[in-house]
T-cell receptor, first 112, second 108 residues
Framework: EAQVTQNPRYLITVTGKKLTVTCSQN?????MSWYRQDPGLGLRQIYY???????DKGDVPEGYKVSRKEKRNFPLILESPSPNQTSLYFC???????????FGPGTRLTVT | SQQGEEDPQALSIQEGENATMNCSYK?????LQWYRQNSGRGLVHLIL?????REKHSGRLRVTLDTSKKSSSLLITASRAADTASYFC????????FGKGTMLLVSP
């Protein structure tokens, strides 16, 4: 089944404790992206990757890191999480950046 | 940067009625897409309309695109309670930018 998976689905952590949210797709897509969704602000792009070893900042990259060492994986790293990073995070993939995107189920992160 | 803006922010209708949502965008587009999101879940792609297309249909969905006005509309005909969700438009060249969405409530 074609899908995008994210782990964990739910995470509660404390300020400053490094964490990684994994994202994997099985559709051989070139393009992958991370979004955060907050009430009243809609979906905002954090980082995206057009291909392996190619990553670019989105609209809200501060406080996040990503890497794209393999085509299928695109982990999101929070080196020192802060409460303002409490949000619902989505990973997505597509053939190219302007084509239909397939979304993962989301990761709800709470930073206390 | 916010490329698409949906209107209205919220829409409440009865089952069987039609629902129309509008989207305005700011810059030139290659295509425009519509997505649906059920509460707290991942977005699901509904339809993509290219910049050289004016109208596209998919089941009960009808999308129009007016590039001169930089606007698009999504019509859901004969709405069902299961259509209750948030609807987003998205556009862009190398990356997609999403609007803030229209929350649709369809009551039985």
């Amino acid at each position: 089944e074609a899908q995008v998976t994210q782990n964990p689905r739910y995470l509660i952590t404390v300020t400053g404790k490094k964490l990684t949210v994994t994202c994997s797709q099985n559709m051989n897509h070139e393009y992958m992206s991370w979004y955060r969704q907050d009430p009243g602000l809609g979906l905002r792009q954090i980082y995206y990757s057009m291909n392996v070893e190619v990553t670019d900042k989105g609209d809200v990259p501060e406080g996040y890191k990503v890497s794209r060492k393999e085509k299928r994986n695109f982990p999101l790293i929070l080196e020192s999480p802060s409460p303002n990073q409490t949000s619902l995070y989505f990973c997505a993939s597509s053939l190219t950046g302007d084509r239909e995107q397939y979304f993962g189920p989301g990761t709800r992160l709470t930073v206390t | 940067s916010q490329q698409g803006e949906e209107d209205p922010q919220a829409l409440s209708i009865q089952e069987g009625e039609n629902a129309t949502m509008n989207c305005s965008y700011k810059t030139s587009i290659n295509n425009l897409q519509w997505y649906r999101q059920n509460s707290g879940r991942g977005l699901v792609h509904l339809i993509l309309i290219r910049s050289n297309e004016r109208e596209k249909h998919s089941g009960r969905l009808r999308v129009t695109l007016d590039t001169s006005k930089k606007s698009s509309s999504l019509l859901i005909t004969a709405s069902r309670a299961a259509d209750t969700a948030s609807y987003f438009c998205a556009s862009g060249y190398s990356t997609l930018t999403f609007g803030k969405g229209t929350m649709l409530l369809v009551s039985p």
